[in-house]
């Protein structure tokens, strides 16, 4: 694995915008998209992230399988509220589909890549990945490969759902880049020859009986880009619980979206060559540990201790429901610059990856994304 | 090879757009009504104001409807068998969606509101202004060689809305990770 520096195209802000269609390159006024380096990998390296990347879907699966049978003190640890219990048992016994998920790993090229987070519910940066990467390596080095063939199992995946009446896809109001993520995956789901409609989640309606649309039509598949916890915790968050929509990830994802899983992994598969020990109690980790809030987005609210001394600390609003622990990983460097490996899972299998890089050890929502090759 | 053998995209990198409710700065006067033609419209404006509006329609989807290149592409916003193909000047094809009729009323002020109707998604009606597009009805009975009738919007039940959504203003930020 290396960090290569490439002349970007000339053109390339008008040609993705014009041809993909691609609204957030930029970020207040930031470069987000970055073709000015790539990295390049090996097959071997590829390998090794492919196979980390199945294997810790196997064991997130068998850690919901674990929780759906251990029932309430399970639950209570991973402070999933209760009303929401029935729905994730529910989802899960009636094997509910899940569509994709993003592993953030650790990972330099040399040693197993080491799980930091699962990003199981509402994952982002996956036109980038998915679709500008792609067309990014196309003009430049056509005759080289990525590891990206998440376009084409989007569509796969959509066709296996056997969903036939229209899904409804919701972000946030006028959100740029979480509405690009439900565009293209809107786009996906019509290349699989299934219906769909827009709606922003604040306009969805609610009858008594059914969700509603603008138009009042009932919404009967919902796939929303919008996290379940904050959802279950909102006025219609009962209703959604019912059943009485089809939802998209299926409600058993809160058992992987919150952090505290990290910890019931590391339980599950103590020592695991891609897990790092992770513990809902401080105290547990010699050394330099990672405080992260079990809810929380874009790297917030995230501390690194050693000791009781606070070695980096990022801002954020999240931590009320607590903390889990993990141990400190040396982030792999290149140049100044520290990149997390994400590694897309589609309908639970390892799909390709993108990479975002940070000038600081922590991956926030100013980092930038930066395509690969491998050979 | 593991990357993917060709990704084509059918929404995106096109003029793509979004239905928006009727509500919104942009939706027709309470008195619009859905017209098909000038014969059914001139009952109720006169023969002399219905050409003006149908003109007007006319003039309008020509000018500012979505345009494809590729008829697949304008089917998946607005439904199958909903668009209709053109000639560019210069010899070239492009599809947009098809003209029903128009909508018409009158405006505060006592200006008349004239906008152009097509058939969207799930045989709705769909009428667009100022760059947004308004649901206004639906067509029912869309077979081929008939023409389908209009069904206006109405309020089909009492429902609440602004269920979700609150927590992504709290933190103000985005939703996914």
């Not at chain 1, 960090?3 to 691609?22: I, K, M, N, S, Y």
């Not at chain 1, 006028?174 to 996906?188: K, P």
Request: net charge negative; aromatic share 10%; with cysteine.
């Amino acid at each position: 694995m290396e960090r290569q520096l490439v002349t970007p195209r000339p053109d390339w802000r008008a040609h993705v915008e014009r041809e993909l269609g691609f609204a957030f390159h930029t970020i207040g006024g930031a470069p987000y998209w970055d073709e000015t380096a790539c990295y390049r990998f090996t097959a071997a390296e590829i390998d090794q992230i492919e196979d980390a990347t199945n294997e810790l879907e196997q064991m997130a699966l068998a850690l919901v399988e674990r929780v759906v049978t251990t029932g309430d003190a399970a639950y209570e640890r991973l402070r999933i509220p209760r009303i929401a219990w029935s729905a994730i048992e529910g989802s899960w016994n009636a094997g509910e589909k899940n569509l994709y998920g993003r592993f953030d790993l650790a990972y330099g090229g040399n040693g197993p890549p080491k799980l930091l987070e699962y990003n199981a519910d509402t994952p982002t940066a996956l036109f980038e990945a998915a679709v500008v990467q792609w067309d990014w390596l196309q003009a430049l080095w056509p005759e080289r490969d990525q590891f990206n063939s998440i376009h084409e199992r989007l569509i796969e995946a959509w066709k296996s759902f056997g969903i036939n009446e229209p899904i409804y896809f919701a972000a946030v109001k006028d959100h740029v880049e979480d509405n690009g993520t439900v565009e293209y995956l809107r786009d996906t789901a019509v290349q699989a020859g299934l219906t769909t409609e827009r709606i922003a989640i604040e306009h969805i309606g609610w009858d008594g009986e059914r969700f509603r649309d603008l138009d009042n039509r009932p919404i009967g598949v919902l796939f929303k880009l919008y996290p379940w916890e904050w959802l279950v915790g909102e006025p219609f968050g009962a209703h959604l619980l019912t059943g009485v929509a089809k939802v998209i990830e299926p409600a058993w994802k809160m058992v992987l979206s919150n952090k505290a899983a990290l910890a019931l992994l590391w339980e599950m598969a103590p020592g695991h060559p891609n897990l790092l020990p992770a513990f809902l109690e401080p105290d547990r980790i010699e050394g330099r540990v990672v405080r992260k809030p079990i809810y929380s987005r874009e790297g917030a609210n995230v501390q690194v201790l050693d000791g009781t001394r606070l070695v980096a600390e990022t801002e954020g609003g999240y931590g009320a429901e607590g903390y889990v622990y993990q141990a400190y990983v040396a982030m792999p460097e290149f140049s100044g610059n520290y990149p997390v490996i994400g590694s897309w899972v589609i309908a639970s299998q390892a799909a390709g990856i993108g990479i975002r890089e940070d000038a600081t050890a922590i991956t926030r929502d100013t980092s930038r994304f930066i395509p690969h090759y491998f050979e | 090879m593991r990357k993917s053998h060709s990704v084509r995209l059918v929404l995106l990198g096109t003029a793509s757009v979004a239905l928006t409710a009727c509500g919104d700065s942009g939706a027709p006067p309470k008195d619009a009504r859905f017209f098909p033609t000038v014969k059914e419209c001139s009952a109720v404006y006169g023969d002399a104001s219905c050409e003006d509006a149908k003109a007007a329609a006319e003039k309008k989807q020509a000018a500012e409807a979505p345009r494809f290149t590729r008829k697949e592409q304008c089917e998946a916003e607005f439904g199958v068998g909903n668009c209709e193909t053109r000639q560019t000047a210069e010899g070239g094809s492009f599809f947009m969606p098809l003209l029903m009729g128009y909508m018409m009323g009158n405006m505060m002020g006592g200006n008349r509101f004239a906008q152009p109707v097509y058939r969207g998604p799930n045989d709705t009606a769909v009428m667009p202004n100022q760059g947004k597009l308004f649901n206004v009805g639906r067509f029912d009975g869309a077979g081929a060689g008939t023409r389908p009738a209009f069904r206006p919007a109405t309020q089909i039940a009492e429902v609440s809305r602004g269920g979700f959504g609150s927590t992504a203003q709290k933190y103000d930020n985005t939703s996914g990770g």
